[in-house]
Structures are given as C-alpha cells and as structure tokens.
C-alpha cells in the first residue's frame, strides 16, 4: 500500500513570496490533516478535511494561509504571503476516517524556509 | 479543550536500561490516546494508542503505555531499550468523536551504548 505522498520535499523562499504545497493521501482514507511543526515543537492542526469538507480550520491564520481538497482525494495548502515565521515542516496526514479509526498515516513532510 | 504535555523534553539513556516517558494529559471529555514515533530522517508513525477496554497497551516492539484516568496519564515504558530505539516520540489525545488530535511538544529519546 502506498504511503501519503507530499511535494516538495524542500522550499526556500523570500518574505512576501507565495508558496503552495501538495499531499496525496492513502487512497481510500476519508480524512486529511494538514499540520505544521515548528522545530522544537509538536505538529499543530493547521485544517482538518472529512472527504472534501472541512470539519477544522480553527487554527488555519486565514489571512495567509488557504487550503483546498477538491474531489476529496489530494490536497493543496498555499501561504500568501509568507512570513518568516511560517518556516516550519508542514505535514500532511490521513486516516480511514471516524472515531475509532483514526490512526494517522503521515507523508514525510515539506520542509519551509522563509528568508 | 485538550492540552497535552511531555515533562521530558530529552531522555539521555544506556542500552538495555528502563526508560520511562511521560505524557499528562487536560480534557473534559472522554479522550482517546497515542504515542507516536519519529525515527531520524523518517515521517510520524504510530506506535500505540488507547481507546478502551485494558489500560495497558503495547506495541510490537516492546513499548507500553499504561492510561491513568485519576493522573490523566499516559506514559510510556520499555523494560530494555535499544539503540535503534533513537527517536523522538510524541503523545497525542483527541476526543471520542475522533476531532483534533493534539500534540505534546515530544521527547527525544537518545539511547547510548
């Protein structure tokens, strides 16, 4: 079985600069998470999907940051503008969805550098 | 809301010795809870959860977690550690309708020979 796929592995932008980045979840999997970890901290839920609608965003900084699951399988989070301090790893998770199947599969993760 | 924290940010231990990890938990619900794993250079992946039934859970690889309802714990053990078990590791509580799961900080767990 395929893991969750993420890309790209690694960016580096300027402050101001528009970034996108994309997670393909295991297939079959009902729910996707996009988080964000700060080195030093755990992952923080950014948003959380159920199919294509969104059961979580209360800690999405909406101003900046927009995500999008069309069709309820791949997912792309943007950040425009970006600030410096958005530098983090974003992960993207899934899970078969419900209660007592939420085990979460994680991708490996973009690596973001703000300068 | 829940909150989670790990009083041990790093656990410097020798091989083959006990380690201990804690993770306390705040809820004012009924929660289910993790651990999970980060190796180097590796994605999260889970290493064992509670969700009901016997409070003590293990994994595959001779980690355990004992659920404390009255401490609102959830610590993790292993009798004998590895090198390879090297690692950062993560507790993590959502609730029973399966929302938001949050993250404690980690501990990273380094095992010397």
């Known amino acids: 079985e395929a893991g969750v796929a993420q890309s790209p592995r690694y960016k580096i932008i300027e402050k101001r600069q528009s970034v996108a980045f994309w997670c393909n979840p295991i297939s079959g999997h009902a729910t996707l998470y996009w988080y964000q970890q700060i080195l030093g901290q755990g992952p923080k839920l950014l948003i959380q999907?159920?199919?294509?609608?969104?059961?979580?965003d209360s800690q999405l900084p909406k101003d900046r940051f927009s995500a999008e699951r069309l069709k309820g399988v791949d997912s792309t989070l943007k950040i425009q503008p970006a600030k410096l301090e958005d530098s983090a790893v974003y992960l993207c998770a899934s899970s078969l969805g419900g209660a007592r199947n939420n085990e979460q599969f994680f991708g490996p993760g973009t690596r973001l550098t703000v300068l | 809301a829940q909150s989670v924290t790990q009083l041990d940010s790093q656990v410097p231990v020798f091989e083959e010795a006990p380690v201990e990890l804690r993770c306390n938990y705040s809820?004012?619900?009924?929660?289910?809870l993790f651990w999970y794993v980060q190796y180097p250079n590796q994605g999260l992946q889970l290493l064992l959860k509670?969700?009901?039934?016997?409070?003590l859970v293990e994994s595959i690889n001779g980690f355990e977690a004992e659920f404390n309802k009255s401490q609102t714990s959830f610590h993790l053990r292993k009798p004998s550690v590895h090198i390879s078990d090297t690692a950062e590791y993560f507790c993590?509580?959502?609730?029973?309708?399966?929302?938001?799961?949050?993250f404690g900080a980690g501990t990273r767990l380094f095992v010397k020979a």
């Open positions: 809820s004012s619900v009924s929660v289910y």
């Open positions: 509670y969700l009901s039934g016997s409070t």
């Open positions: 999907f159920q199919n294509n609608g969104v059961v979580d």
């Open positions: 993590a509580v959502s609730d029973t309708g399966g929302f938001k799961t949050i």
